[in-house]
């Protein structure tokens, strides 16, 4: 595709178009072009504090939590995150708000000024961004016209060839829970996955992570050695006393820096808890945790919400994007602990690049559900209904349900369910997208 195009793009809609076609023309660009270009682009970005996060599972609800203690303490903030679920502009978060449709195009346009007179060096390969290069310029460009204080970066995929890496600067990694995804990428070990997230280390950056896998643990410790850097690890020793109950989550955490705190979430996934240690142990590691007081940290994480992650789209009604099978493990130990008195009712569906078979197997096999129903996705990737079916029959004796609308699928599973029973629609973030989708088209109805 011609640089020239982007001169007669002028609405929303056809910037999201074409963005959405760039891995039709374009290649995985190196690092050392990719940050060629963010310096061609904005050298005022290197001057804001930045936060990067990496890892398999959490790290948008980690990127969450610390936005909303940051802003909670009165600092500007810019988070730039993916997947989106509805829209390209959830990626792009100023102190907490989605960017404008007029804001998204003055940032397309800001990148593609800088396209089309590129240093000598790019113009020689004719470099173009990948689809998520240009995303991530395009939040670099916007946290420095609205000047914030910190900005806080979602790894895509990976952390070492991540765009996201090519900043330099930073004042705290966090590498969130490690587990089997992208594998084709990322390698087919656990090690050799956390090898990968680790290399958004750097010297005298002090690294935080969970430690609850000996493998992972000693590949993070290695690679911090290796870079020159020193690791902040997290324990369960450092959580106490976790109560669920009335939708909420209360816990207690001993902090190195703040000491022993009481902590109160808005949500019944006590995944999230684990992901609440380490942004507050990332905010010690801060040079400004002196004004951070231990009061916005508990409204910051009171305040907090993520969405997709167990999330109460209607009530008794969750919504969660568990795709692979550590966030499945995650899920249903939450579904264990919900304290559901009646019925529970599962709608599923995933992509088949995914590890959906063994995903399908920890459902069936965790009995969890008194009735589940599949549907199918609009995507090329989805996988159809009847494999879907078949793969639940092998785990379970219930009847399964299939749905080939979303629609029907929601209205059907959600009608006359009692107060005490429970909903979960789970799976793909793309089931996830759908759904919200779905929601704000229908949000004057009752399903």
Same mark, same amino acid.
């Given at each position: 595709?011609?640089?020239?195009?982007?001169?007669?793009?002028?609405?929303?809609?056809?910037?999201?178009?074409?963005?959405?076609?760039? /891995?039709?023309?374009?290649?995985?660009?190196?690092?050392?072009?990719?940050?060629?270009? #963010?310096?061609?682009?904005?050298?005022?970005?290197?001057?804001?504090?930045?936060?990067?996060?990496?890892?398999?599972?959490?790290?948008?609800?980690?990127?969450?939590?610390?936005?909303?203690? $940051?802003?909670?303490?009165?600092?500007?903030?810019? *988070?730039?995150?993916?997947?989106?679920?509805?829209?390209?502009?959830?990626?792009?978060?100023?102190?907490?708000?989605?960017?404008?449709?007029?804001?998204?195009?003055?940032?397309?346009?800001?990148?593609?000024?800088?396209?089309?007179? *590129?240093?000598?060096?790019?113009?020689?390969?004719?470099?173009?961004?990948?689809?998520?290069?240009?995303?991530?310029?395009?939040?670099?460009?916007?946290?420095?016209?609205? +000047?914030?204080?910190?900005?806080?970066?979602?790894?895509?995929?990976?952390?070492?060839?991540?765009?996201?890496?090519?900043?330099?600067?930073?004042? =705290?990694?966090?590498?969130?829970?490690?587990?089997?995804?992208?594998?084709?990428?990322?390698?087919?070990?656990? /090690?050799?996955?956390?090898?990968?997230?680790?290399?958004?280390?750097?010297?005298? =950056?002090? %690294?935080?992570?969970?430690?609850?896998?000996?493998?992972?643990?000693?590949?993070?410790?290695?690679?911090?050695?290796?870079?020159?850097?020193?690791?902040?690890?997290?324990?369960?020793?450092?959580?106490?006393?976790?109560?669920?109950?009335?939708?909420?989550?209360?816990?207690?955490?001993?902090?190195?820096?703040?000491?022993?705190?009481?902590?109160?979430?808005?949500?019944?996934?006590?995944?999230? =808890?684990?992901? %609440?240690?380490?942004?507050?142990?990332?905010?010690?590691?801060?040079?400004?945790?002196?004004?951070?007081?231990?009061?916005?940290?508990?409204?910051?994480?009171?305040?907090?919400?993520?969405?997709?992650?167990?999330?109460?789209?209607?009530?008794?009604?969750? #919504?969660?994007?568990?795709?692979?099978?550590?966030? *499945?493990?995650?899920?249903?130990?939450?579904?264990?602990?919900?304290?559901?008195?009646?019925?529970?009712?599962?709608?599923?569906? *995933?992509?088949?690049?995914?590890?959906?078979?063994?995903?399908?197997?920890?459902?069936?096999?965790?009995?969890?559900?008194?009735?589940?129903?599949?549907?199918? #996705?609009?995507?090329?990737?989805?996988?159809?209904?009847?494999?879907?079916?078949?793969?639940?029959?092998?785990?379970?004796?219930? +009847?399964?349900?299939?749905?080939?609308?979303?629609?029907?699928?929601?209205?059907?599973?959600?009608?006359?369910?009692?107060?005490?029973?429970?909903?979960?629609? =789970?799976?793909?973030?793309? $089931?996830?997208?759908?759904? +919200?989708?779905?929601?704000?088209?229908?949000?004057?109805?009752?399903?």
């Amino acid at each position: 595709m011609s640089l020239s195009i982007i001169d007669t793009i002028n609405t929303y809609a056809q910037a999201e178009e074409y963005i959405f076609g760039i /891995p039709k023309f374009t290649r995985k660009n190196s690092m050392e072009n990719t940050r060629c270009f #963010l310096a061609h682009l904005q050298d005022s970005v290197q001057e804001i504090k930045t936060i990067h996060v990496a890892g398999t599972n959490g790290k948008g609800s980690v990127c969450a939590y610390l936005r909303s203690i $940051l802003q909670e303490a009165g600092f500007a903030t810019g *988070m730039f995150t993916s997947p989106h679920l509805v829209t390209m502009r959830e990626r792009f978060l100023i102190n907490g708000e989605m960017v404008s449709e007029e804001e998204f195009m003055w940032a397309f346009k800001q990148v593609a000024e800088k396209l089309a007179n *590129m240093p000598e060096s790019l113009r020689k390969i004719s470099y173009h961004p990948t689809f998520f290069e240009y995303l991530f310029f395009m939040a670099m460009v916007l946290f420095a016209r609205h +000047k914030v204080d910190y900005m806080i970066l979602e790894t895509g995929l990976g952390g070492r060839l991540d765009a996201t890496n090519a900043i330099d600067s930073k004042e =705290v990694c966090i590498i969130t829970s490690i587990g089997y995804d992208h594998m084709e990428y990322l390698g087919e070990t656990l /090690p050799e996955i956390a090898a990968e997230k680790a290399g958004i280390m750097r010297p005298n =950056v002090p %690294v935080v992570y969970f430690d609850k896998e000996k493998e992972v643990t000693e590949t993070l410790e290695k690679c911090a050695a290796k870079v020159g850097t020193k690791t902040e690890p997290v324990s369960f020793c450092a959580i106490k006393e976790i109560n669920s109950e009335n939708k909420t989550i209360d816990f207690s955490l001993q902090s190195n820096y703040y000491g022993y705190i009481r902590f109160r979430m808005s949500t019944i996934a006590l995944y999230q =808890v684990e992901n %609440v240690a380490l942004a507050i142990k990332a905010v010690e590691q801060l040079k400004d945790r002196e004004i951070i007081s231990t009061r916005m940290l508990q409204e910051g994480i009171r305040k907090a919400h993520w969405e997709g992650r167990m999330e109460e789209i209607m009530p008794s009604v969750y #919504l969660d994007g568990a795709h692979n099978t550590d966030g *499945m493990k995650a899920f249903l130990h939450t579904v264990r602990e919900d304290g559901c008195l009646g019925h529970r009712k599962l709608l599923f569906s *995933m992509v088949k690049d995914k590890q959906y078979q063994a995903v399908i197997a920890m459902i069936g096999q965790a009995e969890l559900f008194d009735e589940i129903g599949v549907v199918a #996705l609009q995507d090329a990737r989805a996988l159809p209904l009847q494999e879907l079916e078949d793969n639940f029959r092998q785990y379970t004796e219930l +009847k399964i349900r299939k749905y080939d609308r979303l629609e029907n699928a929601v209205q059907d599973i959600t009608a006359d369910r009692s107060d005490e029973d429970r909903v979960y629609i =789970v799976g793909s973030l793309y $089931l996830v997208g759908e759904v +919200k989708a779905l929601l704000r088209r229908h949000s004057h109805d009752k399903f």
